[in-house]
């Protein structure tokens, strides 16, 4: 008897917490432009047992917080075909070519889902090493 009374406080609870971000995120560098004004911030991006690891990366103003999914690039390990990074993640770098230009270099096997070309007023260039 006592489960049906608090049965309704747990679906409230499942309810409240249902639409928001469930996964976690764990940096694995994070560099600052040259002019000082973003940060390029690459993560390991966990959703759960159903998912693999991810790496992504977003650009974001210098010092801010990094919330939600990669803004710029996301990209997993297409079930272990990809080269993976220390991290757990398909192997990626980035490097600030200047304030306004990023270079992001990722394995050649990695199913990308996200690879944008300017973010944030960034220009992305994008390199694939590997076979």
């Given at each position: 008897?006592?489960?049906?009374?608090?049965?309704?406080?747990?679906?409230l609870c499942i309810m409240s917490t249902g639409c928001s971000d469930m996964c976690?995120?764990?940096?694995?560098?994070?560099?600052?432009?040259?002019?000082?004004?973003?940060?390029?911030?690459?993560?390991?991006?966990?959703?759960?047992?159903?998912?693999?690891?991810?790496?992504?990366?977003?650009?974001?103003?210098?010092?801010?917080?990094?919330?939600?999914?990669?803004?710029?690039?996301?990209?997993?390990?297409?079930?272990?075909?990809?080269?993976?990074?220390?991290?757990?993640?398909?192997?990626?770098?980035?490097?600030?070519?200047?304030?306004?230009?990023?270079?992001?270099?990722?394995?050649?096997?990695?199913?990308?889902?996200?690879?944008?070309?300017?973010?944030?007023?960034?220009?992305?260039?994008?390199?694939?090493?590997?076979?």
């Amino acid at each position: 008897m006592a489960m049906f009374k608090t049965l309704p406080l747990a679906i409230l609870c499942i309810m409240s917490t249902g639409c928001s971000d469930m996964c976690g995120d764990d940096v694995v560098s994070r560099m600052t432009s040259p002019d000082g004004q973003r940060d390029a911030v690459m993560f390991q991006r966990d959703c759960g047992a159903t998912t693999g690891f991810s790496t992504q990366i977003s650009i974001i103003d210098a010092g801010d917080k990094l919330s939600g999914a990669g803004n710029t690039f996301r990209a997993d390990d297409d079930h272990g075909v990809a080269r993976a990074g220390h991290w757990g993640g398909p192997w990626v770098e980035m490097k600030w070519l200047s304030p306004d230009r990023l270079l992001i270099r990722h394995a050649a096997k990695a199913r990308i889902f996200e690879q944008d070309d300017s973010v944030s007023g960034v220009n992305v260039t994008y390199q694939t090493i590997g076979s």
